[in-house]
């Protein structure tokens, strides 16, 4: 089963992949760390925020790691990366 | 008869006037002063704010537009008025924060910042004025805090917050608002408020986005909870490499001052485990649910390994201000200074000058004759950009006896982008960068300003 999902990038996620938005077709089913190298195999340049990046699948924080998540046609997937600036 | 008489009376009334003039320019100027003596370089304890029974006449004017509300009323306004904060950093999030606190009543304000107030600053930090250029942040916000609300207890700190100060001072407060600008101060900050117990009011802000959440507070995660590992500092864009538009602190300011005046009046924040993210290009505003305090983590877990500050500067490998890292990256003989960049413009010696900055900087400002290719173009190595950079060699060369080297000179704003524009360009090989020999030029456009052009822009 695949999904269509749409992936939102933020901050330097969005400086990274050059992208604000883009709609992605992923596995229904897997885990939170594999959807994050779904992403980075889309950008590899992705990798450096690895560590602090905020993966939020319909608006909730997810770890990276091996809990599974489900993708619904239309889900919103978010990349944030903190701002430290003020 | 009657024409003496009123010419009088008119003539009572200007002097009448004239006296109300007089005494409002000298507060005016009391307050235009400036008055070192309390401004603290150091911190010392302070009395606990004398927390008011009932509020007076004047209050009740002043306040009568928000007393009207059933979620403040009587209750949370005497609440405010004995509530202390600090503000760490008197910035684009600072000064919108700590002027609507000042406005609502809060009872103490710490004011903290080690820097000076810069014609930069003001499209943002809107409590600094024209007037106050040069003087200490802390002082600037300080003055413009009276003016607004006199009532309001004052504490401007001109000082860097560090591990040896920071628990003494955050101790002293009730609320801390984080309205840093750098990944150090944010860690120490997170740290010392996990260590005292003292919510942490925290926002974000760069280019059209801002972030907020309140941390430490009613069970929620702290900082490190959701980052427990900095970034790397080459991923860490600041304001003034990476641009904000005023309007965006200004924004987040805001929400900073709304969550930290419902803590203060008992009303609780709503953002203890929330992300509120603001997208400004889009007008968006979206929050994430964050995962809750985590039980391993370094300092608000169950086994803190963190029990005390550390440094932060070493534990992010980056500095704790906004200021632009220096690069060094190439050899003595791969850089030229301003200086002797101006003699071979002097001399007209023929070479190349290579501005790598992006293209929305060079309209800011150029030098004449440069040849722009951005940095970003040339690591991905594009097309277009080689070709023309070919061609002006290739024009160059004929000029040139074939023997020489084309000499190519990089710039960018301060001289670190213009370094790794010719470690890639030394990497090029093949027919379209050979036979060159590429330098940068020291300090880049700014210093060129500074020690060779002073009537050439700076930003
Ligand atoms: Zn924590």
Redesign the pocket.
């Known amino acids: 089963m695949i999904s269509e999902v749409s992936v939102l990038y933020f901050a330097k996620g969005a400086e990274l992949t050059g992208l604000k938005s883009e709609t992605v077709k992923l596995p229904s089913e897997l885990t939170t760390l594999q959807l994050w190298q779904e992403l980075e195999g889309r950008h590899p340049k992705l990798s450096v925020i690895r560590e602090q990046v905020v993966l939020a699948v319909r608006q909730e924080y997810v770890a990276l790691g091996d809990q599974s998540v489900s993708l619904r046609d239309g889900d919103e997937v978010a990349v944030i990366p903190p701002l430290s600036g003020g | 008869m009657e024409e003496v008489l009123q010419l009088k009376g008119q003539i009572k009334e200007k002097e009448r006037e004239l006296v109300i003039l007089r005494k409002k320019l000298a507060q005016l100027e009391k307050l235009s002063d400036f008055p070192t003596d309390d401004l603290l370089d150091k911190i010392t304890p302070l009395a606990p704010v004398t927390p008011k029974t009932s509020l007076t006449n004047e209050d009740i004017m002043r306040f009568s537009r928000q007393l009207l509300l059933p979620e403040l009323g009587v209750k949370g306004q005497l609440k405010l008025s004995k509530t202390s904060v600090l503000v760490v950093g008197c910035g684009g999030l600072g000064c919108p924060l700590a002027q609507y606190l000042a406005a609502a009543g809060i009872g103490r304000l710490g004011l903290l910042d080690h820097d000076e107030v810069e014609l930069s600053n003001l499209h943002r930090q809107v409590l600094h004025s024209e007037r106050t250029q040069g003087q200490p942040k802390s002082h600037s916000a300080a003055q413009a805090i009276r003016r607004l609300n006199s009532t309001v207890q004052c504490v401007p700190y001109h000082l860097q917050l560090s591990s040896e100060n920071a628990l003494q001072l955050i101790q002293q407060y009730d609320i801390v608002a984080d309205c840093s600008d750098n990944v150090p101060t944010r860690y120490l900050v997170?740290d010392a408020c996990?260590l005292s117990g003292k919510p942490l009011v925290s926002a974000s802000a760069l280019r059209m986005e801002g972030q907020l959440t309140v941390?430490?507070y009613n069970g929620g995660?702290?900082?490190?909870?959701?980052y427990?590992v900095p970034p790397p500092p080459e991923t860490v864009t600041n304001c003034s490499d990476g641009g904000v538009l005023g309007v965006v602190p200004g924004i987040m300011g805001c929400l900073q001052a709304l969550e930290v005046l419902k803590i203060a009046s008992g009303q609780g924040s709503s953002y203890g485990q929330q992300l509120l993210m603001f997208d400004g290009q889009g007008s968006r505003f979206r929050s994430i649910r964050l995962r809750p305090?985590?039980a391993g983590?370094?300092?608000?877990?169950e086994n803190p390994t963190v029990t005390q500050l550390q440094d932060y500067e070493t534990f992010c490998g980056s500095a704790a201000t906004d200021k632009c890292r220096r690069l060094n990256l190439l050899s003595k003989e791969q850089r030229i200074t301003v200086q002797d960049y101006k003699s071979i413009v002097d001399s007209s010696t023929p070479h190349i000058l290579l501005d790598v900055r992006p293209q929305v900087e060079v309209d800011i400002c150029h030098l004449p004759s440069s040849l722009n290719i951005p940095l970003a173009s040339l690591e991905q190595r594009k097309a277009e950009h080689i070709h023309l950079l070919r061609e002006r060699i290739s024009d160059l060369k004929q000029q040139l006896d074939a023997q020489s080297q084309v000499p190519v000179y990089v710039v960018c704003k301060q001289g670190n982008d213009s370094q790794k524009a010719v470690q890639i360009l030394e990497k090029m090989s093949g027919p379209e960068v050979d036979c060159v020999s590429v330098r940068d030029i020291c300090g880049g456009l700014m210093a060129w300003a500074q020690k060779i052009e002073p009537s050439f822009p700076q930003y």
């Open positions: 997170n996990v941390y430490n995660p702290c900082y490190r909870c959701l427990p305090k985590q983590c370094a300092v608000c877990g």
